[in-house]
């Protein structure tokens, strides 16, 4: 891990759980309905539940991530955020076009 991610490391963490989040509602929205048939996606979502809660436990440290983020720092974020744009896109279009 470079200094720099290990310098954003609680933003980076936020993300991933943000990335859990939206897979989730992707995963539910997909067929264009929600029922007893999302039961599985709940469950994987449950198994990773954890995660999410931990990574907004850092919210004081996020602050101060931010308030201190440069422009290598800003660079390796939008990179990440751009990453699980087209992971979500990619996603999208994989389950419509199914």
Do not use: C, W, Y
Not at 21 to 38: P, S, T
Not at 58 to 74: L, R
């Amino acid at each position: 891990m470079s200094t720099q991610t290990k310098e954003i490391k609680e933003i980076i963490e936020l993300v991933d759980g943000l990335e859990v989040l939206a897979i989730f509602g992707a995963k539910v929205v997909a067929d264009g309905k929600v029922n007893h048939n999302d039961l599985p996606i709940v469950l994987e979502f449950m198994n990773k539940i954890n995660s999410l809660f931990s990574a907004f436990d850092n919210v004081p440290e996020i602050v101060k991530e931010i308030e201190d983020i440069d422009k290598a720092e800003m660079i390796i974020l939008l990179k990440k955020l751009l990453d699980i744009a087209r992971n979500l896109r990619d996603f999208r279009s994989v389950t419509v076009s199914q």
